[in-house]
C-alpha cells in the first residue's frame, strides 16, 4: 500500500470568515466538511457543493495543500483521494458519491436526486460516469480558478472527454428540459459537472448554444459564485506543477 494511500491528511487549518476551526476532529454535534485547494481542487467543489444542496448546516476546514497526501491529490498523482471528507453525526465519508448518497437517505426533502424514476437513474449513471472517468480532461485541463488561456489546444483525448461531457448535457437539457441537467432545479448531477464549467471557462473552450447556456446556469449559481470569491482570496499554494501542467 503506498505511503499516499494510506497517510491522512495533515491538521485542518482555520478559516477565518468560513465557519471553519482549528480542531482535527468533530464533535458528533457538528457537521464539518474538510477540503482542499478551493483554486485547485474540483472534488472540493463538488462536496461543497453537495452539501449546500443538502440544506444541511456545516463548516468548512481547509486542510493544508503542503501536506504530502493533499498535494498529491491536487497534483494528480495520488491513487486515493481523501478529500473531501465529511463528518456527520459520527460519519466519516471521503468519497463525493458516497457523501451524495448518505446525504439524500439523511435528507431525502432536499431533493438531491431528481423525483422521477428514470430521470433519477440517469443522474446516478452520470454522476457515477464523471466519478470514474475522463481522466484525460484532468489531467490536461486541471482546475485552476486563477487561470485564463485564450487560445489553449485542447488536444484529442481530452476533447473526446469534453465531447462527451456536452453530450451528455446536451441529452439532460433535451430530456428533462433545463436550464438544470434535471429540470428547473439543481441536482448532485450539477454540483458534478459544475468544475467542468469553470474548467472551460479557464481554458477558452468554445461551447454550442445549448451548453453555453447550461454554463450561465451554473456560473450564475450563488453557490458558484460564492466558491469562486473565496478561491480568489485563498493564499497562493506552492504547487507551480498545477499552473500549466497540461498537454500542448
Do not use: K
Not at 28 to 36: F, M
Not at 39 to 51: C, D, F, K, V
Not at 144 to 163: K, M, Q
Amino acid at each position: 500500500m503506498s505511503e499516499t494511500r494510506r497517510r491522512r491528511p495533515a491538521r485542518p487549518q482555520s478559516e477565518p470568515g468560513a465557519g471553519t476551526t482549528p480542531e482535527a476532529e468533530a464533535p458528533a454535534s457538528r457537521t464539518v466538511l474538510r477540503i482542499s485547494s478551493r483554486n485547485y481542487s474540483s472534488w472540493s467543489l463538488r462536496g461543497w457543493l453537495i452539501l449546500r444542496l443538502s440544506g444541511l448546516p456545516f463548516e468548512t476546514q481547509l486542510v493544508s495543500p503542503e501536506d504530502p497526501a493533499t498535494r498529491a491529490e491536487l497534483l494528480l498523482q495520488s491513487s486515493s483521494i481523501l478529500l473531501p471528507c465529511l463528518l456527520h453525526d459520527g460519519a466519516e465519508l471521503w468519497d463525493t458519491l458516497a457523501i451524495a448518497e448518505y446525504l439524500n437517505e439523511q435528507l431525502p426533502e432536499a431533493g438531491l436526486l431528481p423525483e422521477e424514476r428514470l430521470a433519477r437513474a440517469r443522474c446516478r449513471a452520470i454522476c457515477g460516469e464523471m466519478h470514474a472517468g475522463f481522466h484525460a480532461l484532468r489531467s490536461s485541463l486541471p482546475m485552476n480558478l486563477r487561470a485564463h488561456v485564450p487560445g489553449f489546444t485542447v488536444w484529442s483525448a481530452a476533447r473526446a472527454d469534453l465531447e462527451r461531457i456536452f453530450s451528455i448535457w446536451r441529452g439532460c437539457l433535451e430530456g428533462w428540459g433545463g436550464p438544470w441537467l434535471f429540470g428547473t432545479r439543481p441536482t448532485i448531477a450539477d454540483a458534478m459537472y459544475a468544475p467542468v464549467v469553470l474548467r472551460c471557462r479557464s481554458y477558452d473552450v468554445s461551447l454550442d448554444a445549448s451548453c453555453e447556456a447550461y454554463a450561465q446556469t451554473i456560473l450564475g449559481w450563488p453557490d458558484i459564485q460564492e466558491w469562486i470569491a473565496a478561491a480568489r482570496q485563498e493564499p497562493e499554494a506552492r504547487i507551480t506543477e498545477l499552473e500549466f501542467d497540461s498537454e500542448f
